[in-house]
């Protein structure tokens, strides 16, 4: 694999690291923007890679996470249901 896969690579690896570790030190939560769009981006990234090195196992995995992501993010920016005034 060349250095341009490489740097992809580690790109997408370090935002998904970094939201697991901004998670686990209760710096963001599961359902905040920065760790869904974090997990998107990486999953996104390293799905590319997984591509381009035709590796299906990792195409499958990295494809459902960033699905995952995405529809994560979509359901969280849909406007909510107001609740019924008393």
């Known amino acids: ?14 935002l998904i690291l970094a939201a697991y570790v901004a998670l686990q030190r209760h710096w963001w939560t599961s359902k905040g923007a920065a760790y869904l769009w974090f997990n998107l981006i990486g999953a996104a ?5 997984a591509i381009a090195d035709r590796r299906v196992g990792f195409i499958i995995l990295e494809a459902v996470w960033a699905a995952v992501s995405l ?10 249901p107001e609740a019924p005034a008393p």
Do not use: D, E, H, K
């Open 1 to 14: 694999m060349n250095l341009f896969w490489q740097l992809v690579s580690l790109v997408g690896a370090g």
């Open 71 to 80: 529809a994560s993010l979509v359901r969280r920016s849909a406007p909510t």
């Open 45 to 49: 990234l390293l799905a590319a890679v």
